[in-house]
């Protein structure tokens, strides 16, 4: 099992920048790949971005290409989120999740359901 805490979330003004932090427990985080997740006000929650259990191989949703990065630290059991020239639009919350590797390089990085576990969130808002 592992379980996963969220953080770095907060309001920052459109143009700026946050890091998300995602803390896995669990011997077994550096065989999962991991994405993140966002699900703003209303709609479904959306797939934003993911990475192997390596770190060497991530896929981004497309409109946020070239603004956030993901990585990750397996001897530290963490997985972070650089959100850079944020916008409005990136307001929702965030959530970390494991998807095992198989599945990763299956091709279901991006779909919701094929994550075993998930963090709690943490909110970003953006103002403009």
């Known amino acids: 099992q592992v379980q996963l805490v969220e953080s770095g979330g907060g309001l920052v003004q459109a143009g700026g920048s946050l890091r998300l932090s995602c803390a896995a427990s669990g011997r077994t985080f550096s065989t999962y790949a991991v994405g993140w997740f966002r699900q703003p006000p209303g709609p479904e929650r959306e797939f934003v971005a993911a990475i192997n259990e390596r770190g060497d191989d991530t896929y981004y949703k497309d409109s946020v290409k070239g603004r956030f990065s993901i990585s990750r630290d397996n001897a530290k059991n963490m997985v972070y989120l650089q959100m850079n020239s944020l916008k409005p639009e990136d307001t929702a919350d965030y959530y970390c999740?494991?998807?095992?590797?198989?599945?990763?390089?299956?091709?279901?990085?991006?779909?919701?359901?094929?994550?075993?576990?998930w963090g709690q969130g943490t909110q970003v808002t953006v103002s403009s």
């Open positions: 999740a494991v998807i095992p590797s198989w599945r990763y390089y299956g091709g279901s990085y991006s779909e919701e359901g094929e994550y075993d576990y």
